[in-house]
T-cell receptor
C-alpha cells in the first residue's frame, strides 16, 4: 500500500498564476479530505468528498479555490489566480469509512511569490 | 465542536515514558477521543482513539479519566523518532458536524537524547 500520494511535493509560482495540486487516495477509501496548514492558522479543513461527491466545502477560503474528484482515484485542488497569502502546506487525506482514522499524504508545500 | 486544551510543549528524555495530557471538559457522551501526531515535514498520522475505556496499541496507550473530562496519551519508551506535534481531537460518533477532523495547536514534544 503506497499510502496517499500527493504531487508535486513543492510548488513555487508567481502571484496571479494558476496552481493545481493533485492527490491519489488509498484504493478503496470512499472519503477524501483537503487540508491547509499555516503557522498562523494551523491545520484547516477546506473540503471533503464522499464517493467522489463534494459534501462540505465551507472551509474553502474563497472563489479562487476549487476542488474536483473526477473518479475514485484522483482529486485536484486548484487556485486561480494564486496570491502570496495562499502560501501554505496543502494536505490530502483519505479514509475508508466515516469514522475510521484518516490517512494523510506528505503534503504539497506551495509558495506564491 | 467540543474543544480540547493541551500544553504548548513538553520535553522528555529518550527511553523514558511520556505522558501527554489533554483536557476536554465539555466532551459529550458520543465524542470519541482521537490522537494524531505530525512528524517534521510529514502529514498527520493516526495514533490511537477511545471512548470510555483505556486503549492500547503498538504505538501508545490512551488513559481516559472516569468522568471523561481529560485523557492522557502515554508513550511507554520515547525515542528520538517520537519528537512531533501531538494533537488531541474530539470526534462525534453520531456524525454530528463535519466528517473531517478539527485540529487544535497540539503539543510539541521534544525528546532529549
Amino acid at each position: 500500500d503506497a499510502g496517499v500520494i500527493q504531487s508535486p511535493r513543492h510548488e513555487v509560482t508567481e502571484m496571479g498564476q494558476e496552481v493545481t495540486l493533485r492527490c491519489k487516495p488509498i484504493s478503496g477509501h470512499d472519503y477524501l479530505f483537503w487540508y491547509r496548514q499555516t503557522m498562523m492558522r494551523g491545520l484547516e479543513l477546506l473540503i471533503y468528498f464522499n464517493n467522489n461527491v463534494p459534501i462540505d466545502d465551507s472551509g474553502m477560503p474563497e472563489d479562487r479555490f476549487s476542488a474536483k474528484m473526477p473518479n475514485a482515484s484522483f482529486s485536484t485542488l486548484k487556485i486561480q489566480p494564486s496570491e502570496p497569502r495562499d502560501s501554505a502546506v496543502y494536505f490530502c487525506a483519505s479514509t475508508p469509512a466515516r469514522f475510521s482514522p484518516l490517512h494523510f499524504g506528505n503534503g504539497t508545500r506551495l509558495t506564491v511569490t | 465542536d467540543a474543544k480540547t486544551t493541551q500544553p504548548n510543549s513538553m520535553e522528555s528524555n529518550e527511553e523514558e515514558p511520556v505522558h501527554l495530557p489533554c483536557n476536554h471538559s465539555t466532551i459529550s457522551g458520543t465524542d470519541y477521543i482521537h490522537w494524531y501526531r505530525q512528524l517534521p515535514s510529514q502529514g498527520p498520522e493516526y495514533v490511537i482513539h477511545g471512548l470510555t475505556s483505556n486503549v492500547n496499541n503498538r504505538m501508545a496507550s490512551l488513559a481516559i479519566a472516569e468522568d471523561r473530562k481529560s485523557s492522557t496519551l502515554i508513550l511507554h519508551r520515547a525515542t528520538l523518532r517520537d519528537a512531533a506535534v501531538y494533537y488531541c481531537i474530539l470526534r462525534d460518533g453520531r456524525g454530528g458536524g463535519a466528517d473531517g477532523l478539527t485540529f487544535g495547536k497540539g503539543t510539541h514534544l521534544i525528546i532529549q537524547p
